[in-house]
């Protein structure tokens, strides 16, 4: 079991930024992929971004990129996503997730294997 904690949701306007948070509690969270996920209200889960246990690479939706940002710190245990110039359709339930998905199936949410309760991200036009 890989317990996630996500924080740092909230309410913001078009244009500004939020950082989100994902604790993980247990010694092996530097051997997990870490994800992002989003669910918007009537749509399906959908990636946002990943990084995988190490190295430079990472991976995002194509809607995110340029103005988010995923990063680590193995230390802490902890996954960030830096979110910049958002937009209402930012607008979501943000889950962050932990498994050991190939390269192939990354953006998927069900090669996931843990995931954290969510936090709430609503931007206002």
């Known amino acids: 079991q890989v317990p996630l904690v996500e924080s740092g949701g909230g309410l913001v306007q078009a244009g500004g930024s939020l950082r989100l948070s994902c604790a993980a509690s247990g010694r092996t969270f530097s051997n997990y992929v870490m994800g992002w996920f989003r669910q918007a209200p009537g749509k399906e889960r959908e990636f946002v971004a990943a990084?995988?246990?190490?190295?430079?690479?990472?991976y995002y939706a194509d809607s995110v990129k340029g103005r988010f940002t995923i990063s680590r710190d193995n230390a802490k245990n902890t996954v960030y996503l830096q979110m910049n110039s958002l937009k209402p359709e930012d607008t979501a339930v943000y889950y962050c997730?932990?498994?050991?998905?190939?390269?192939?199936?990354?953006?998927?949410?069900?090669?996931?294997?843990?995931w954290g309760q969510g936090t709430q991200v609503t931007v206002s036009s």
């Open positions: 997730a932990a498994g050991n998905p190939s390269t192939t199936y990354i953006y998927t949410g069900r090669a996931y294997d843990y």
């Open positions: 990084r995988p246990r190490s190295g430079l690479n990472t």
